[in-house]
């Protein structure tokens, strides 16, 4: 395994355990983003996939590519969370 997957694999238990304190105190900042990304979705997991993205849909918003570019370039507010 390479050394920055070892890395990331330990921070992973870490960063849970913080991100579910922050939930359970109610610390839900509208003012983050989050990048998602699928690679070689196949035909049989569209379904799946589909209610991932539903699931997705209902506390954060998606942005276009455009949105996105002006948001980090401080163009527009930052507005992930719903």
């Not at 330990?10 to 509208?30: D, M, N, T, W, Y």
């Not at 989050?34 to 049989?44: E, F, K």
């Not at 849909?57 to 942005?63: A, D, E, I, Y």
């Amino acid at each position: 395994m390479a050394l920055h997957h070892k890395i990331l694999a330990q921070a992973c238990c870490p960063l849970r355990f913080l991100k579910s304190i922050g939930e359970r105190v109610g610390r839900h900042p509208s003012d983050c983003l989050r990048v998602l990304l699928y690679h070689d979705i196949a035909p049989w997991e569209l379904d799946q996939f589909r209610d991932q993205l539903s699931k997705l849909s209902k506390s954060w918003r998606f942005v276009t590519p455009k949105e996105f570019e002006n948001m980090m370039e401080g163009r527009e507010a930052i507005c992930g969370r719903i």
